[in-house]
């Protein structure tokens, strides 16, 4: 069958695609931010979940087709059957292994870029340990550090905005 075999050929392209970036992104992401919890941000991202739970069903799949096509069990009578089977997961994990490696792809371009990320972090809802507060405080001590006045004034915004709520939530109360 031709789609398995471009199945098991994109497999393996994004497999060696993929680990080479993960591991040069979360480099990259902890050499620029100097921040270890905007590389767990990163870590928990849907999409790098969904993509390293696809991808070892997809190299599973490439393990079953090839033992399906194994030339001992060709005259076993469910070979073409187990045949068909194996070729459906495999189009299935090639298909969703590519569309998730293009949206993983989507996240590795926000994270390199403070003022994507900075849009991306106000988009969260925050978590009660504050991890996206605390991952705008990082990224506030980055433009501080190279004097980004577009990204300070951004960051200006959303830090006077969280304040001001916080005091509305909390008034009458000790801060």
Known sequence: MVYTDACIYFIIAILSIAFPLVL????????????????KL???????????????????????????????????????WLTSITGI???????????????????ILIYYTPAKLILHIQAQKDTDDHIYFRAMADILYLSLREMDEDHLTTLNKYFHLKFSNYRKDNLGKPI
């Open 24 to 39: 040069q992104t979360i480099g990259r992401l902890d050499e620029r931010y100097k921040s270890n919890l905007i590389t």
């Open 89 to 107: 997961l495999l189009l299935a994990g090639g298909i969703a292994l590519i569309a998730n490696f293009l949206l993983f792809i989507d996240k």
């Open 42 to 80: 990163f870590q928990q991202e849907k999409s790098w979940r969904y993509f390293k739970s696809i991808l070892p069903f997809s190299l599973i799949a490439v393990l079953c087709n090839a033992i399906a096509n194994l030339s001992i069990l060709k005259d076993v009578c469910f070979t073409h």
